[in-house]
């Protein structure tokens, strides 16, 4: 059985930071890509950012570059996104993801993961 649990989300002010983890169970990730999607009340699921081994080459949605940044410990088996200058467009479930396809085509769209975990609530007050 594969599992995802997410932790790190919370309450804070615009401009605060927050770092999210992302910890996998049930299967070795490191040669798989993994990410983190989001989502907003009313709104559809958003890529945010993805990764497909150690912390080389990520991929991160325009509304996060510069801010947003992923990061991975495959030892640990744990994705993790450290968010930085938080807004409050930034608020939403967010959600770690990952991929049994090692080389996958495209890591930013969400059909590519096969497993999720919960969620953990951020919430981001002006």
């Known amino acids: 059985q594969v599992l995802l649990v997410e932790s790190g989300g919370g309450l804070v002010q615009a401009g605060a930071s927050l770092r999210l983890s992302c910890a996998a169970s049930g299967r070795t990730f490191g040669g798989y890509p993994m990410g983190w999607f989001r989502q907003a009340p009313g709104q559809e699921r958003e890529f945010v950012a993805a990764v497909r081994w150690g912390s080389g080459n990520p991929v991160y949605a325009d509304s996060v570059k510069g801010r947003f940044a992923i990061s991975r410990d495959n030892a640990e088996n744990t994705v993790n996104l450290q968010m930085n200058s938080l807004k409050p467009e930034d608020t939403g479930v967010y959600y770690c993801?990952?991929?049994?396809?090692?080389?996958?085509?495209?890591?930013?769209?969400?059909?590519?993961?096969?497993?999720w975990g919960r969620g953990t609530q951020v919430t981001v007050s002006s």
């Open positions: 993801a990952a991929s049994s396809q090692p080389w996958a085509a495209d890591i930013m769209h969400h059909r590519t993961y096969n497993y």
